[in-house]
T-cell receptor
Framework: DTAVSQTPKYLVTQMGNDKSIKCEQN?????MYWYKQDSKKFLKIMFS???????INETVPNRFSPKSPDKAHLNLHINSLELGDSAVYFC?????????????FGQGTRLTVV | GDSVTQMEGPVTLSEEACLTI???????????LFWYVQYPGEGLQLLLK?????DKGSNKGFEATYRKETTSFHLEKGSVQVSDSAVYFC??????????????FGAGTRLAVHP
């Protein structure tokens, strides 16, 4: 069983469209994250949720809206897609405290906006 | 703010060569330090970690020692293999408000190992 799974793996869409990426973890973790990886491989955190509650929101445009229906799911909805949104988006999860443990990452969703 | 700086890649080596990827950090307090690896087309996986000064993390022949005096966590391997070709990320775990943590990553270093 995949620990952190994201769908879809690839997403090609036109500017101005609205799209969603889904993430599910079966590890029983309390905390989930969305990271964005740009074309130079730089990883930046976007959001973090703990038990459906927003913990981190890192200066992300309002067009990005995370939704956590339960602690095992964290979906990312993007409105009015722009060319600059093209990137690989990674979902991750961890136990509540990261200091002595690791985050588990999904395989990523490659979003291409044309 | 807290940050992680890694040496720029790509690093290109022949099989069985020695590897060092430099990583230094800036942080308040004493963060935990991690190396993550990303193989082509995959997500990130934890390679090793160290949670306090002088700790040495090790896994799959890779090692890194948490050096508080030099704020460094360099990744080393004595003999690399073609299968080690990947992007390597140094990261620190920083406590934010409410006692939660977040990972701050370096820019990543691509390693290419040739037979």
């Amino acid at each position: 069983d995949t620990a952190v799974s994201q769908t879809p793996k690839y997403l090609v869409t036109q500017m101005g469209n609205d799209k969603s990426i889904k993430c599910e973890q079966n590890l029983g973790h309390d905390t989930m994250y969305w990271y964005k990886q740009d074309s130079k491989k730089f990883l930046k955190i976007m959001f973090s949720y703990n038990n459906k509650e927003l913990i981190i929101n890192e200066t992300v445009p309002n067009r990005f809206s995370p939704k956590s229906p339960d602690k095992a799911h964290l979906n990312l909805h993007i409105n009015s897609l722009e060319l600059g949104d093209s990137a690989v988006y990674f979902c991750a999860s961890s136990p509540l405290r990261l200091m002595n443990t690791e985050a588990f990452f999904g395989q990523g969703t490659r979003l291409t906006v044309v | 703010g807290d940050s992680v700086t890694q040496m720029e890649g790509p690093v290109t080596l022949s099989e069985e060569a020695c590897l060092t990827i430099n990583c230094t950090y800036t942080a308040t307090g004493y963060p935990s330090l991690f190396w993550y690896v990303q193989y082509p087309g995959e997500g990130l996986q934890l390679l090793l970690k160290a949670t306090k000064a002088d700790d040495k993390g090790s896994n799959k022949g890779f090692e890194a020692t948490y050096r508080k005096e030099t704020t460094s966590f360099h990744l080393e391997k004595g003999s690399v293999q073609v299968s080690d070709s990947a992007v390597y990320f140094c990261a620190l775990s920083r406590v934010i408000s409410g006692g939660y943590n977040k990972l701050i990553f370096g820019a990543g270093t691509r390693l290419a190992v040739h037979p």
